[in-house]
């Protein structure tokens, strides 16, 4: 039988994750960054570590050390929305509803129309302010405001 790659490995993590066998994703995302052959946490790659995080929080009830993880990928790529979208995901999972919204909308801040980031957004119950916060959000202004801005951005987006 052949040997996994370390990237081999990390994509057998997350297929794993996406399956939710959180102990054999975890076990296969530490062999990936043993076979790295990585000398400090530093040279880890942040995806791994981003996903190592989310992992730990998720196999071993450990949410603190999964969130201190997955803020030292962000402090290396503070510009990926995977990484806030896994740190909101540690929160979730360990309870801390307010942190989890932070989470989810600085990865917002950076791209602004993130699937995964706006999906677990709406699991949880929130949707984006109305556009005239002082109407309330059926007012015909908050309605048609909002469907044309949605249009707008999902037309800048194509292009």
């Given at each position: 039988m052949k040997e996994l790659?370390?990237?081999e490995l990390f994509k057998t993590g997350i297929k794993?994750?996406?399956e939710k066998k959180y102990k054999d994703a975890l076990?296969?995302?530490?062999?990936?960054?043993?076979k790295g052959g990585y000398e400090s946490v530093n040279e880890i790659p942040p995806l791994y570590l981003?996903?190592?995080g989310l992992?730990?929080?998720?196999?071993?009830k450990k949410y603190r050390n999964g969130a201190t993880i997955c803020e030292k990928a962000i402090k290396m790529e503070f510009y990926n929305p995977v990484f806030y979208l896994n740190?909101?995901?540690?929160y979730v999972a360990g309870g801390y509803k307010l942190k989890a919204i932070d989470a989810f909308y600085n990865g917002l801040k950076t791209d602004g129309n993130h699937a995964g980031i706006i999906t677990e957004l709406k699991k949880m119950g929130l949707r984006r302010k109305p556009v005239i916060p002082f109407f309330t959000r059926t007012h015909v202004l908050n309605k048609y405001l909002g469907l044309l801005l949605r249009k707008q951005e999902s037309t800048f987006l194509m292009v």
């Open positions: 790659s370390s990237k794993l994750l996406q076990v296969s995302i530490r062999t990936a960054i043993e981003s996903y190592l992992i730990t929080a998720l196999a071993e740190l909101g995901k540690v």
